[in-house]
């Protein structure tokens, strides 16, 4: 017998969607009780852009209006910025909104374009996971740095994970 696997889309957004929701509650409870911890609440707030872009891309049954579509990706792509610069305020260092505000209209151009301009799901989809793999790994970029204990262990599996879901995306792409 011949199995396809299957990957059912809606499921899988619907899968990231609750995890992003779930750790942006986290980091919210993270920003409340420990207020010296910087960052917390940018991450907080890019995961919930990204669990609400997600959730509502997999709740969709119908092809949405392409507005719609460049607004989900406009506010995926503001979420993906918000998580770097949350990790930026952790380290003490200046964020960059305009960088933010970047790859949230990166992702919405792209978007419009290979759903208005050039009708390419595939080419959309390309674009839009490259910029997701590029920050996941820009972020985890950010947190292999040298620090001293204990906060290289907890910067280094972070960026563990960063890195990881920059491989993830660019195996997605592929």
Known sequence: MNFALRLDLRTMMLTMACINLLFAGLLALVSLHAGKVKGARHWAAGMVLLGTGYSSAGLLVDTPPAAVMVILAIGIGLGLGLMFNGIEAFKERPCSYRLTL?????????????????????????????????????????????????????????????????????????
Do not use: E, K
């Open 102 to 174: 970047a790859v949230g209209l990166l992702m919405g151009v792209q978007t419009f374009w290979f759903l208005v301009v050039r009708h390419d799901v595939q080419g959309r989809i390309i674009a839009n996971w490259l910029v997701h793999s590029a920050v996941n790994l820009t972020c985890a970029g950010a947190l292999f740095v040298r620090v001293p204990q204990p906060l290289r262990t907890a910067y280094w599996l972070t960026g563990a994970a960063f890195l990881m879901l920059g491989g993830a995306t660019l195996a997605r792409i592929i």
